[in-house]
């Protein structure tokens, strides 16, 4: 069975910081690109950072490009996203999408493309 679990995540004034950590099980993780997607209320779900198998290879979202980082540790099986400079346009639900690779330094960035998905995360920032 595959999962994806997420942490993280919470209540953070503009400008904070949070750490959202997404680990899997029942996958060979690190054939896994990864990715991060957000969903505020009343919107589609979007894109927002994506890793490579290796780690190598990362793209953002034009939204939060400079803010988030996006990184992976293939030993335990977590991919992460540092999110500082927090804005009030960050409040989203958070989800983490995996999906097989055979290109070790590709990245995904659509929904479709990933075949996987956490629980998501609820991200709230008051300013």
């Known amino acids: 069975q595959v999962q994806l679990v997420q942490s993280g995540g919470g209540l953070v004034l503009a400008g904070g910081s949070l750490r959202l950590s997404c680990a899997a099980s029942?996958?060979?993780?690190?054939?896994?690109?990864m990715g991060w997607f957000r969903q505020a209320p009343g919107k589609e779900r979007e894109f927002v950072a994506a890793?490579?198998?290796?780690?190598?290879?990362?793209y953002y979202a034009d939204s939060v490009k400079g803010r988030f980082t996006i990184s992976r540790d293939n030993a335990k099986n977590t991919v992460y996203v540092q999110m500082n400079s927090l804005k009030p346009e960050d409040t989203a639900v958070y989800y983490c999408?995996?999906?097989?690779?055979?290109?070790?330094?590709?990245?995904?960035?659509?929904?479709?493309?990933?075949?996987?998905w956490g629980q998501g995360t609820q991200v709230t920032v008051s300013s």
């Open positions: 890793i490579s198998v290796r780690g190598g290879n990362t």
């Open positions: 029942g996958r060979t993780f690190s054939s896994d690109a």
């Open positions: 999408a995996a999906r097989s690779s055979a290109w070790a330094n590709y990245h995904y960035t659509a929904l479709r493309d990933y075949n996987y």
